[in-house]
């Protein structure tokens, strides 16, 4: 377990504030805003990274130094110990977040979040009466 542990330390580390396109560079955004994605989760980006056939593990206690309000990170492994890539697509950090900001909008729990929200706000709608009186 204490050697697992020594190798998760060397892992890459991944806060899902990297890809989320709400916040700014300054806020510690680190991909184009055109190629992020939506307030993404931890858990979305385990996901991603499992699917991607990379090992990864959550941190769910951990939190983001700039923003310590947004809890939870992943550990990625990019790369074997004799230094060949689990996954040859991937090659440095940056891909890394590219392919998964990618992945996460198509992600099965929010696809299926986003549904019944989008009826939601189709319902009765604010009409254009009320206000304040014109002078």
């Known amino acids: 377990m204490d050697g697992d542990i020594q190798n998760i330390k ?3 580390v991944f ?8 916040k700014t560079i ?4 680190r991909i184009n805003i055109n190629k992020a994605c939506e307030n993404p989760t931890y858990a979305e980006i385990y996901d991603c990274c499992s699917h991607l056939k990379l090992p990864c593990a959550i941190e769910s206690e951990k939190a983001y130094p700039r923003d310590f309000m947004q809890r939870g990170r ?4 990019l790369k074997r110990e004799d230094g060949s ?3 040859p ?8 977040m590219l392919h998964v900001a ?9 696809t299926k979040k986003q549904e019944p929200a989008s009826t939601s ?3 009765p709608s604010k009409s254009g009466k009320g206000g304040r009186k014109k002078r």
């Open 102 to 110: 990618e992945l996460v909008p198509r992600h099965p729990g929010r």
């Open 26 to 29: 300054a806020e510690g955004r």
């Open 89 to 96: 697509t991937i090659s440095s950090r940056k891909q890394l």
């Open 85 to 87: 890539l689990y996954n």
């Open 74 to 77: 992943v550990r990625v492994q």
């Open 10 to 12: 060397k892992w890459v």
């Open 121 to 123: 706000t189709a319902g």
């Open 15 to 22: 806060y899902p504030i990297y890809i989320n396109s709400k």
